[in-house]
C-alpha cells in the first residue's frame, strides 16, 4: 500500500523515508568527524612546522660561525707552541682567546648548538668523517683518535661531523696486503 487514494504516504513509506534520512544522517556525520580528524593533523603539523623553524632559523648563521671556533682553537694551539714570544706574550694571547673561545661556546650552546665528542670514541659515520686511517697499536680499530675539526649539532641535527682520524690497528697484523 504506498499511497491511499488522497496522496497521503503509507506507513511503510513514511518508515522507508525515516530509515534513508538516517543513513544520510550517520553519512554525513561521518563525513564530517572525518573533517574534523583532518582539520586537527593539518593544525599539528603546522605547529610542528613551526616549531622547527623556530628551533632551526639560526642554521646558516651557526654554520658560518663554526670556522670562527676553529680559528680560536687553532690560535691557542699556536700560542702554546709560539718559540720566540716570551712567557708573558704568550700568557696573555693564549688568556684572551680563551676567553673569547669560552664566549663564543657559550653563546653557542644556549642556541641549541652543542660540540659532537669524538676523540676516545668509536667511528660514527652519522657524526664523523674520516679523513685518514693511522695504524695504532694503542687503540683498537675504528677508534678515533685524532680530531681535526670538531663537529657540531644543532639540536638533534647534525651542522657539521667531526673530522676526524681513525685506528685502523697495527701494522702487519697479518690482514689486507
Known amino acids: 500500500?504506498?499511497?491511499t487514494m488522497n496522496g497521503a504516504a503509507s506507513p511503510n513509506g513514511e518508515a522507508a523515508d525515516l530509515a534513508a534520512l538516517q543513513a544520510e544522517n550517520a553519512s554525513l556525520q561521518d563525513r564530517l568527524m572525518r573533517a574534523l580528524a583532518e582539520t586537527e593533523n593539518v593544525r599539528r603539523r603546522g605547529e610542528r612546522g613551526v616549531d622547527d623553524a623556530r628551533k632551526f632559523a639560526v642554521q646558516g648563521l651557526a654554520t658560518a660561525l663554526l670556522p670562527v671556533a676553529d680559528n680560536l682553537g687553532r690560535a691557542i694551539a699556536a700560542g702554546t707552541t709560539s718559540p720566540g714570544a716570551g712567557p708573558e706574550a704568550n700568557a696573555s694571547l693564549l688568556e684572551g682567546v680563551g676567553a673569547t673561545e669560552r664566549m663564543l661556546t657559550g653563546a653557542l650552546e644556549r642556541s641549541g648548538i652543542h660540540r659532537i665528542p669524538a676523540l676516545g670514541t668509536p667511528f660514527d659515520p652519522k657524526a664523523h668523517e674520516a679523513m685518514r686511517e693511522i695504524?695504532?697499536?694503542?687503540?683498537?680499530?675504528?677508534?678515533v683518535v685524532e680530531v681535526m675539526e670538531d663537529g657540531f649539532t644543532l639540536?638533534?641535527?647534525?651542522?657539521?661531523?667531526?673530522?676526524?682520524?681513525v685506528s685502523k690497528g697495527?701494522?702487519?697484523?697479518?690482514?689486507?696486503?
Do not use: F, I, K
Open 1 to 3: 500500500m504506498p499511497e
Open 135 to 143: 695504524e695504532d697499536a694503542t687503540h683498537p680499530p675504528g677508534t
Open 155 to 165: 639540536h638533534d641535527r647534525l651542522l657539521r661531523p667531526a673530522r676526524v682520524s
Open 170 to 177: 697495527q701494522a702487519g697484523n697479518g690482514t689486507g696486503g
